[in-house]
């Protein structure tokens, strides 16, 4: 009877998948199919740096203790970052059309690989997104990340809080350097309420993460009003492995 009144439904208001096309049949919220729901993959590496989680061809870039450039001279605000997969292929259609395409009812499903990624012995106090301009948000009509930390906060029955402000909007951080990114969002972020992050672990929400400029910028916000720990929690995250030096090759011996 599911399937037949489904099969009626779409033939009144046929629709196909926004992905890929085909048609769906079943009635769901989510005009996307199951193959290409469940098609995003874990993020896979052989070396991580052990402090941001980004990415790397070899070891060349990290030092004794596994750490990048960028954690080593300090230039990271948070303490761990996690993301579920790489911003590419269908899991970046999928944030587009979540983001963009307004379609929120994707918030669950995105939300389910989001919390896969967070580590198992981790524990967190409290849940912040990152917040978006007041016009930004007029705009889109919504800020993706505050529906991802609703969706994360009630799976582990954690508080989300408004805490962490924009304190004047930001250019477009696409095509910019990672040393202009980062003048970009310097000082753009202010923490209104310290007393709801004070001392405590905060689990900082996203949707993508770049170079990793905007979430610093949040983050030293929420250090300096006295977090005890902050960790970056984005759906995906930009695989720049192609554009990273790899170790130069050894001498031939005669």
């Known amino acids: 009877m599911r399937k037949s009144c489904a099969a009626f439904f779409w033939l009144v208001f046929p629709e196909g998948c926004r992905i890929c ?20 993959q874990p993020f896979e590496a052989e070396y991580f740096c052990s402090a941001c989680r ?3 061809q070899n070891r060349f870039p990290l030092d004794e203790q596994g750490r990048c450039a960028l954690c080593r001279l300090g230039l990271r605000g948070f303490d761990a970052a996690y ?16 983001k963009y395409g307004r379609v929120r009812s994707l918030a669950r499903p995105l939300s389910e690989r989001l919390v896969s990624a967070i580590p198992w012995d981790q524990r967190f106090d409290v849940i912040v997104p990152v917040p978006l301009h007041w016009r930004r948000r007029l705009a889109r009509g919504f800020n993706q990340a505050n ?7 009630r799976r582990y029955a954690l508080p989300v809080s408004s ?8 250019d477009s951080q696409a095509g910019l350097s990672n040393a202009k990114r980062r003048a970009n969002v310097s000082g753009a972020f202010a923490v209104r309420r310290p007393e709801q992050v004070r001392g405590r672990r905060v689990l900082l929400v996203d949707d ?5 400029a905007t979430a610093s910028a949040c983050a030293a916000a929420l250090k300096r009003a006295g977090a005890a720990h902050v960790a970056v929690l984005t759906l995906a995250r930009t695989d ?3 554009f990273l030096p790899s170790r130069p090759a050894a001498p031939e011996a005669f």
Do not use: Q, W
């Not at 805490?163 to 930001?170: G, Q």
């Open 21 to 40: 096309g085909r048609e769906l049949e079943d009635v769901s919220r989510v005009p996307v199919c199951p193959d290409c729901l469940n098609a995003p």
């Open 54 to 56: 980004t990415p790397f």
């Open 83 to 98: 993301s579920f997969g790489a911003y590419e292929d269908v899991l970046r259609e999928l944030i587009h059309l979540f």
């Open 147 to 153: 529906l991802l930390a609703g969706a994360v906060a």
């Open 163 to 170: 805490a962490l402000k924009r304190r004047r909007r930001t």
């Open 208 to 212: 993508v993460m770049t170079t990793g």
């Open 240 to 242: 720049r492995r192609a």
